[in-house]
């Protein structure tokens, strides 16, 4: 990422005095004490005060823990369930039936790839509508047999293609939003990485959000905003701090319940104390809400969205 260069080019830097040989250099393991020092000094300045921007950017790491990582690191007893009985099976929606600490669950997320021809295979992480009605049956199975939900969100938004709108693209994030605001079961919802426009609150409405610290999640990507508002898609980092959409504002404005640390850097730099403290909260959250009635979920879940927005002020 561009500001993460300056780490980088002493990174390098490191490597290279490294490979050098020290018994014919003796001043040279000073130097590279020296030079390590500086590298954590900088890092220390540069990530405790991220821009939003920064922070969109560190979301978006290609080496960011996936849905697909926090499932098989979490989850077990994992049955995916494929297609929407309607069209075909969607690879960018993730949905399963499985257990987390002895409870069974249904999972589902937005599924990313780790190499390019995954990310094709895909789409990115941005579901078509047939992703969608994929997710709204998995709901459903919850639904029926009294099961949480927990869904994970990482994608830029849904697929904008003219032959997703062909399919039902609108009509199948709107029936996902009407199933998951009726549902009688709890809804865990955790944002792992990117959570953009509807296609991430499709399934990203529940009784629970839980953000992880780099994660953002927001009416609309910071690009597409940029270009809407100014023509310009360059402008994205001033739209980023406009939208207010980083873990850290939602926390304040209400809309997520707490975040969940992450490394200098990212999840990506050490991810498995991120998804094991994922894990924990997952089982805390499924714990508070257990013992709600459906009809007490449900009232819970529309006062949690009537209270968005809502502010006062005084006037005098």
């Known amino acids: 990422m561009e500001f993460e260069r300056p780490i980088v080019e002493l990174e390098e830097k490191l490597a290279t005095l490294q490979r050098l040989d020290m018994a014919t250099m003796p001043d040279l393991a000073a130097e590279i004490k020296d030079l390590e020092r500086e590298i954590e000094r900088l890092r220390q300045t540069l990530y405790s005060a991220l821009s939003p921007w920064e922070r969109v950017q560190i979301s978006r790491h290609p080496e960011r823990p996936k849905t697909s990582d926090y499932v098989e690191q979490l989850f077990t007893d994992v049955v995916e369930l494929r297609g929407d009985r309607v069209f075909g099976d969607d690879q960018a929606i993730l949905a399963a039936l499985a257990a987390i600490d002895g409870r069974r669950v249904v999972v589902i997320g937005h599924r990313k790839g780790k190499t390019t021809k995954e990310n094709v295979k895909r789409n990115f992480g941005s579901p078509h509508p047939e992703g969608f009605r994929k997710a709204e049956r998995a709901m459903k199975l919850a639904a029926k047999f009294g099961l949480p939900v927990v869904t994970f969100l990482d994608t830029a938004g849904a ?11 609108a009509w199948a994030i709107a029936r996902c939003l009407a199933t998951l605001s009726d549902l009688p079961v709890p809804v865990v919802v955790v944002g792992i990485g990117e959570g953009g426009s509807g296609g991430a609150l499709a399934i990203g409405f529940g009784d629970r959000l839980i953000m992880l610290e780099n994660a953002y999640y927001s009416v609309i990507s910071p ?15 001033e739209t980023a701090s406009a939208l ?42 499924l714990d508070a ?26 006037i005098g």
């Open 159 to 169: 697929s904008p293609g003219l032959e997703d709108e062909e399919r039902g693209q």
């Open 223 to 237: 690009e597409m905003c940029a270009v809407i508002l100014h023509k310009d898609a360059s402008r994205a980092p």
């Open 244 to 285: 207010h959409l980083t873990a850290q504002d939602l926390l304040r404005l209400g809309i997520a319940d707490e975040i969940v640390a992450e490394p200098l850097g990212g999840a990506h730099r050490d991810p498995a104390p991120v998804m094991a403290e994922v894990g924990m909260r997952i089982g805390q959250a």
């Open 289 to 314: 809400l257990a013992g709600r009635s459906a009809e007490e979920s449900r009232d819970a879940r529309y006062g949690r969205l009537r209270a968005i927005g809502v502010y006062s002020e005084s």
